[in-house]
């Protein structure tokens, strides 16, 4: 990720508030948020942030030998790059999320064109998968002015994380390690099937983590659950 512009003219405290606001995980000031599911059941949810890519298919293959459920929030313009792919994901069973459609920094943005994004990423995800996404991931994990309405309009609850992977810039060990030492019941895990809106990314560290981490909490006893399921338990 790539430092945010500074907060020009604020005292430190507000800009402390301001970093937190904008990107604080438990932050709901810009709009709805949820960062985890309920303590009581030994359940978690697995996320995937910037596909669908030429890499998402050994994912997929990874998920249906442990027979296991994952959310992917999708960007919408990698899903008109490669519409099949992100088909095939709906298709696993697997549940598909917004997560805009140009993967653009929401900070400093119009509200106009913070929910035009969303929107086309929205429309896109639906026309090509057959799916609508009632769940936002912000890209870079930044809130707005104006998200909170254009969420509300589009029917979307943003969701952020239990715990975050680094695995853009991490070893798959490294990976495995962080993860195993934040999982508990309804944690929310986010992990990356692809780079931003970057054709034929490496995510060859997120593979292998997830080949290592997901015996591992079956082994520990967790469900793994779409966030549908986690953050809905009627469902
Ligand atoms: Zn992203």
């Known amino acids: 990720m790539t430092p945010l512009p500074p907060l020009a003219a604020a005292s430190a405290a507000g ?37 669908p890519s030429e890499s998402t298919p050994a994912i997929l293959e990874i998920l249906a030998r442990h027979n296991v459920p994952a959310t992917f929030f999708q960007c919408g313009a990698n899903v008109e790059r490669l519409p099949a792919i992100a088909r095939d994901v ?5 549940e ?17 064109a913070i929910e035009d994004d969303l929107r086309r990423a929205q429309e896109t995800i639906e026309a090509r998968t057959g799916a609508r996404p009632v769940w936002f991931r912000a890209p870079y994990g ?24 680094y695995d853009w810039k991490s070893g798959p060990a490294e990976v495995v390690a962080r993860m195993r030492a934040r999982v ?3 944690a929310i895990l986010c992990l990356h099937d692809g780079r931003e809106l970057r054709p034929k990314p490496e995510v060859r560290v997120t593979i292998e983590a997830l080949r290592l981490l997901v015996p591992v909490l079956l082994d520990q006893g967790y469900s793994f659950e779409k966030l549908n399921r986690l953050l809905c338990p009627k469902n």
């Open 96 to 112: 598909i999320g917004n997560h805009s459609h140009t993967h653009p920094y929401l900070f400093l943005r119009s509200p106009r």
């Open 184 to 186: 508990e019941n309804g």
């Open 90 to 94: 709906a298709a696993a069973g697997h």
């Open 15 to 51: 800009a402390g508030f301001m970093a937190w606001a904008v990107r604080g995980r438990s932050s709901a000031v810009f709009a709805p948020s949820l960062w985890r599911g309920p303590r009581d059941r030994r359940a978690l949810a697995l996320t995937f942030d910037d596909g």
């Open 142 to 165: 930044v809130r707005w002015f104006g998200l909170r309405a254009a969420q509300r309009r589009l029917h979307l609850t943003g969701v952020m994380w239990t715990a975050i992977g």
